[in-house]
């Protein structure tokens, strides 16, 4: 236990910590700077109003993601949010098979029962990583009721080969996962980085409004 809070208070000590609120003009500034589409510009407002929902429980602010499980698993849906620049980057991003029983590649349900092997939605803080099955793993703790479990479920963010671009090249869909946030290794290492030690993660239907 000490170790972990020696690692916090290193995390915290160390990190540049974002603005707290996300100013409607700044936000648009931002915006027309990078050029969102407006999709994207709907993701930098969810990232803006989930996080300041949810701030006390967050240590680091500067970085969101935002999984849009509105959008099949052939499409980059797992968004990460710069709060300070309003940029957006996004990847491919896998699903639990409780969610798509069917296997088509939608997410048809979220559920937070253990055993379900589906998805959940919600606020999620990103814990301390370790190592799993899959490698460098990001564990995740569910800040709403309907994730409250994801830390018995063991619901992380985690590398996986079937989120592999090229899965959808042969099978048109990505595979599925247990329940948790599966990338392909490089689009993992590159979010693992952003959103490490505290930040936010929020998944949920979103798509174009």
Request: hydrophobic share 40%; net charge neutral; glycine share 12%.
């Amino acid at each position: 236990m000490s170790g972990m809070l020696d690692r916090r208070a290193m995390l915290l000590g160390g990190a540049a910590i974002g603005a707290s609120l996300c100013l409607p003009a700044r936000a648009a500034r931002a915006a027309e700077a990078t050029a969102l589409t407006p999709y994207q510009r709907r993701v930098v407002d969810i990232a803006c109003q989930q996080r300041n929902r949810v701030i006390g429980q967050l240590w680091q602010k500067d970085v969101v993601g935002i999984a849009d499980f509105a959008l099949p698993s052939w499409q980059p849906r797992m968004h990460l949010v710069s709060m300070e620049s309003g940029t957006v980057r996004s990847f491919l991003l896998s699903h639990g098979k409780g969610s798509d029983p069917e296997h088509d590649g939608w997410l048809k349900h979220f559920s937070d029962q253990p055993g379900s092997e589906a998805t959940s939605r919600g606020a999620f803080r990103t814990d301390e990583w370790y190592t799993g099955k899959y490698g460098i793993s990001l564990r995740l703790s569910g800040l709403d009721a309907e994730n409250a479990t994801a830390l018995e479920r063991h619901i992380v963010i985690h590398p996986a080969w079937y989120a592999e671009a090229d899965m959808i090249g042969k099978w048109g869909k990505l595979g599925r996962s247990s329940g948790c946030f599966a990338l392909g290794h490089r689009d993992y290492s590159d979010t693992l980085m952003s959103l490490y030690g505290g930040r936010l993660l929020f998944a949920d239907r979103i798509g174009e409004g």
